[in-house]
């Protein structure tokens, strides 16, 4: 599952949204890859959006993939697209076909 949940659950407040959001989670069995992905140092806070108000710059982590297994994914991190404006920064996460493991095996298979 992906997309802006209007959650930061690292900065978690009790609202009926969120707490709504975060018992769908728990009830699919989801986690959130990003954490689960060491990152740049320009991202390491894990702010996917951000925003200046009244003159103070305010930023969150709103937008997720959320997976049952991160061992599917083989890399995951935030990603700023050159040319593009927007108050939100993408999640690029690259999905293996298997895990490591089953492409080994695989592989020695096939020698």
């Known amino acids: 599952m992906l997309g802006d949940l209007n ?10 949204h ?3 959001i975060a018992l769908a989670m728990a009830s ?9 992905f060491h990152q740049q140092c320009d991202h390491q806070d894990r ?6 108000h009244d003159g103070i710059p305010i930023a969150s982590q ?9 061992r599917v994914f083989s ?12 108050d939100h920064k ?3 996460g690259i999905i293996q076909a298997a895990t490591v493991q089953e492409h080994c095996n695989y592989l020695g298979g096939q020698k």
Request: glycine content about 6%; hydrophobic content about 40%; overall charge negative.
């Open 7 to 16: 959650v930061n659950f690292d900065n978690f407040e009790p609202t009926d």
């Open 18 to 20: 969120n707490t709504a």
């Open 28 to 36: 699919l069995g989801v986690d959130d890859m990003l954490s689960h």
């Open 47 to 52: 702010q996917t959006w951000s925003m200046v």
């Open 62 to 70: 709103c937008d997720y993939i959320l997976a049952e297994d991160r």
């Open 75 to 86: 890399l995951m991190g935030i990603w700023s697209p050159c040319g593009y404006d927007s």
């Open 90 to 92: 993408a999640i690029l």
